[in-house]
């Protein structure tokens, strides 16, 4: 496509703009968790890392970061082993209401997370009686978790077909060894991709999860929320967005390498 | 006779409405070259298909070396497929590639090395172990796809249309080539093709597949010289049919008959003893080493006709448009398809 000399300059402003409008906010958070200011004052009238040491020191930062840890993991592999299990059985066999069953699994992600909430808590309470935990928190998170490890693993088997594996079975794999040497090595940069985005779900989830955790459980997104506005402990909380921030580029360079592989997957179709 | 490497008996498979292959019996030897002919649709790679085991049967059942493997999946049959569009594994290297069907039957790793660099230099490609499929040209693609499956020395070699995606000049030379690969390691090959002449060329028998049957099973020479239908003289060269009352005036009698192009002589090329017709050439067209001349004749149908250019300028040739001409035929060479058979057009 071709632009007049005008509306590239134009183009260049308003992507300028859209970025600046992005990223200043959260070069404030990061120049924030080195201001001596409590109160964010602007401009900073000194600099220091003394939050940064407080916030290593905090408990309560602390274990929330390990608590999401863990139910990110545990919800991302429960989803990894389901959702492509869902993919397979979908791709492989026609059966009667196989495009109503694709929708249900994809379903769960456009609900508002109240109306998914309440109900998890409520089926877990009443119908199964198990107290609010760790187990109802990570069945839950893995119900929108599944989502994405599904539409990754199914878009990828749609564009390979069952050719290389109908050449395997030919070769004289049976169907465990086919799917070991073949169907998991074919998906695996789709489902990597899928668990990046499942476990940054997973990772920043506030709502289901407040339903579903219980007292004792808090992981990070709500000790965040509930520490932001005690005057005590918001520059902790600026240094540890600080340092998610720092954190999360790394899934989207992996994400990005990633992408490189699916060519070379696509190239050989 | 020795056992039949492949025999299909009343084999007809359906996919919903769509009736794919339809009472299919066919015999095939053992250590035979043998192709599988037809026009697009008519059902050659559901029968490949079905007897690699990748698609079962509606009825009727496949026996391979005398065994009945009907309800065998592919893993269980010894036979090995070349896919048209080779089915290489991307994610593996061209000796990994070659090596797999071998390492799944836990075949040693030196003896696998081994049989796996063979195959590769047979295909000459010994050097290209290390590349990925990515990194190799159509031709040699195709040729590991023949080393990944010959390696595991199966009874029976199915080809689907293999050279499909290869330039003219390229798919001559692998005819070529597999052909002798054929005759060196004697194993049976099922080949599937949509192009006659590589059919002629290459095998031992042919069978010509249309909507789903056989409607002939015979060697090169015969299916040529005596195709037994219509459908099977317009399929495998050109045809020249004369029918219903062009027949009654041509060749004298009622019924059905084919003359090939090349049988027929033109003008002062007419011998004595021919059969003849008058008729008015209407058009040359110039083929470098052979001129095709296509001739209304006064009883109805246009014939083609073959001349090999050996004497006489371009010029002179062409100058024959429009001219009244005489053409004539060795009586012997009119091939008779049966008397009452209806033609019916077919597109490929
Ligand atoms: N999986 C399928 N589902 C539905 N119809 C099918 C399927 N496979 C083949 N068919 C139909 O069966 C018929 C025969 O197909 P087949 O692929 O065997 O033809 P072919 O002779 O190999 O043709 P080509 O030369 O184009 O490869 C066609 O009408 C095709 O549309
Ligand atoms: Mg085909």
């Known amino acids: ?269 | 006779m020795s056992t039949a490497a492949v025999e299909l008996v009343g084999l007809s498979k359906s996919f919903g409405d769509v009736t794919a292959v339809d009472g299919v019996d066919l015999t095939i030897r053992d250590g035979e070259f043998f192709s599988m002919l037809g026009p697009s649709g008519s059902g050659k790679t559901t029968v490949l298909r079905m007897i690699a085991g990748f698609e079962q049967p509606t009825s009727g059942s496949v026996h391979l070396a005398g065994q009945d493997v009907t309800g065998r999946p592919p893993f269980a049959r010894d036979v090995n497929t070349v896919f048209q569009d080779y089915a290489l594994f991307p994610h593996m290297d061209v000796l990994a590639n070659v090596e797999y069907g071998l390492r799944v039957k836990k075949v040693p790793r030196p003896e696998r090395r081994e049989r796996a660099m063979a195959a590769l230099d047979s295909v000459q490609l010994g050097d290209l172990a290390a590349r990925r499929p990515t990194q190799l040209s159509g031709g040699q693609r195709q040729r590991v796809a023949l080393a990944r499956a010959l390696v595991n020395r199966p009874r029976v070699l199915l080809l689907d249309e293999p050279l499909g995606a290869l330039d003219l000049k390229l798919r001559r030379a692998m005819q070529l080539e597999l052909k002798q690969i054929q005759r060196e390691v004697g194993i049976t090959f099922v080949f599937v093709t949509h192009d006659q002449e590589e059919a002629l060329t290459m095998s031992d028998r042919i069978a010509v597949f249309r909507d789903g049957r056989i409607e002939q099973v015979a060697t090169p020479a015969d299916l040529y010289e005596s195709p037994t239908s219509p459908f099977v003289a317009g399929f495998v060269g050109t045809s020249n049919l004369l029918d219903g009352g062009a027949a009654q005036t041509v060749v004298g009698r009622p019924g059905m008959f084919s003359i090939r192009p090349e049988k027929i002589h033109l003008g002062d090329d007419v011998r004595d003893g021919d059969a003849t017709a008058p008729g008015v050439v209407q058009d040359v067209v110039y083929l470098g080493s052979v001129n095709h001349y296509l001739v209304e004749l006064d009883a109805g149908p246009t014939l083609t006709v073959l001349r090999q250019n050996l004497r006489g300028t371009t010029d002179e040739a062409m100058a024959l448009r429009g001219q009244r001409v005489t053409v004539g035929w060795a009586p012997e060479h009119v091939i008779e398809l049966g008397p009452h058979q209806q033609l019916e057009k077919e597109e490929s």
């Open chain 1, 1 to 269: 496509m071709t632009f007049s000399p005008a509306t590239r300059v134009l183009l260049r402003a308003f992507t300028g703009l859209v970025l600046l409008f992005v990223y200043a906010p959260l070069a404030l958070v990061v120049l924030n968790s080195f201001n001596t200011s409590r109160t964010f004052e602007w401009p900073p009238p000194g600099f220091t890392t003394r939050w940064w040491s407080a916030a290593v020191e905090s408990d309560g930062a602390r274990n929330a970061i390990v608590v999401s840890l863990e139910v990110a993991v545990m919800a991302t592999v429960i989803a990894l082993v389901l959702g492509t299990m869902a993919a397979l059985a979908l791709q492989r066999f026609r059966f009667f209401g196989r495009d109503t069953v694709s929708l249900l699994i994809i379903l769960p992600i456009a609900l508002p997370g109240v109306v998914t909430g309440i109900a998890l808590a409520n089926a877990f309470l009443t119908m199964f009686g198990i107290q609010l935990g760790m187990l109802t928190l990570v069945v839950s998170h893995a119900t929108f978790c599944i989502v994405t490890v599904f539409n990754n693993a199914i878009a990828r088997l749609r564009r390979l077909g069952g050719n290389l594996e109908e050449a395997s079975m030919d070769l004289g794999a049976g169907t465990f060894r086919t799917f070991w040497s073949i169907t998991l090595p074919m998906m695996r940069s789709a489902l990597l991709a899928g668990a990046l985005l499942s476990f940054a779900l997973s990772f920043d989830e506030i709502i289901v999860t407040t339903f579903t955790a219980g007292q004792g459980i808090q992981t990070l997104p709500i000790w965040i929320y509930q520490n932001l506005f005690r005057p005590n402990q918001a520059p902790v909380v600026n240094v540890v967005a600080a340092a998610l921030i720092v954190l999360s580029v790394i899934p989207i360079w992996v994400s990005q390498k990633l992408a490189g592989t699916d060519e070379s997957v696509a190239a050989a179709r």
